[in-house]
């Protein structure tokens, strides 16, 4: 496979699908790295404080890595304009991300369904044939390798753990487990990169997440919850109420004070 440069691709015909996919890359991980920021300070435990707080950074460091990427294809914007002055209809994060904390069982189980996908997907996209989307891959795999061994050991010691941390934790996974078919939805935006090299098709992805999900979900002593109604409007802007009540509290200071640098 040939790796093109960069600007082949700002002027070919993929031009806007490769914008829109690395909007939704960027924002599963700016909402789900906001998310775990609310743990700061609220950890069970002072290490565990610590390591949310380290993998939220990860992935907010990830997302400005493809919000850059999608400003400089995009032209006229930047990064940061991107994650505080859209609108949450123009947001394309997956709906997983987006859901509220809760318990700590249930944030362990949001961060392992993605972890999963995650880790997959940057495995697949460090070979694309746009060097800096593979550059952003390349690095960022090996953050996500990291954060799925942490949620994977979290789901292990809660499954198996209590009576009441098992109870939590599958109803955690029960819960969140209609909001896992969006991750694998390929469309035409996927199709289009996907045939020149560019991305991997998301439904490609999902045997292998349910294997990695199935084993740790099982060596926990938890069931895999039944298929349910999936819930797949988030690439589409059609989200739920929580994203409009976080993206209220992320974007207030730079709405405030626009322009303001420090």
Request: proline residues 2%.
């Amino acid at each position: 496979m040939v790796s093109l440069k960069n600007e082949e691709w700002m002027n070919s015909h993929t031009h806007d699908q490769l914008v829109e996919y690395c909007l939704r890359l960027g924002d599963d991980l700016l909402v789900l790295g906001h998310r775990l920021s609310e743990w700061c300070g609220h950890g069970p435990i002072l290490e565990e404080d610590i390591a949310l707080s380290n993998i939220a950074l990860d992935c907010v460091g990830q997302a400005n890595n493809l919000l850059a990427l999608a400003a400089e294809i995009k032209g006229g914007t930047t990064a940061d304009e991107l994650a505080y002055f859209r609108e949450a209809v123009e947001y394309r994060n997956c709906l997983l991300v987006e859901q509220p904390n809760g318990d700590f069982a249930e944030t362990m189980i949001r961060q392992f369904f993605f972890d999963a996908y995650s880790h997959l997907l940057f495995n697949r996209l460090k070979f694309s044939t746009h060097l800096t989307l593979a550059g952003i891959a390349q690095k960022a795999v090996k953050e996500t390798e990291y954060h799925l061994r942490h949620s994977s050991q979290w789901i292990l010691r809660l499954g198996d753990g209590t009576e009441e941390s098992h109870l939590r934790t599958q109803r955690a996974a029960d819960n969140l487990w209609r909001f896992t078919s969006e991750l694998f939805q390929s469309d035409e935006t996927e199709s289009l990169l996907a045939e020149a090299g560019v991305c991997v098709k998301s439904d490609t992805l999902k045997s292998e997440w349910l294997r990695i999900v199935t084993d740790v979900l099982t060596r926990a002593t938890l069931s895999v919850p039944s298929e349910s109604v999936p819930t797949l409007s988030g690439r589409k802007g059609r989200h739920t109420e929580h994203l409009g009540h976080m993206l209220a509290e992320m974007q207030i200071l730079a709405r405030s004070f626009p322009g303001a640098t420090w």
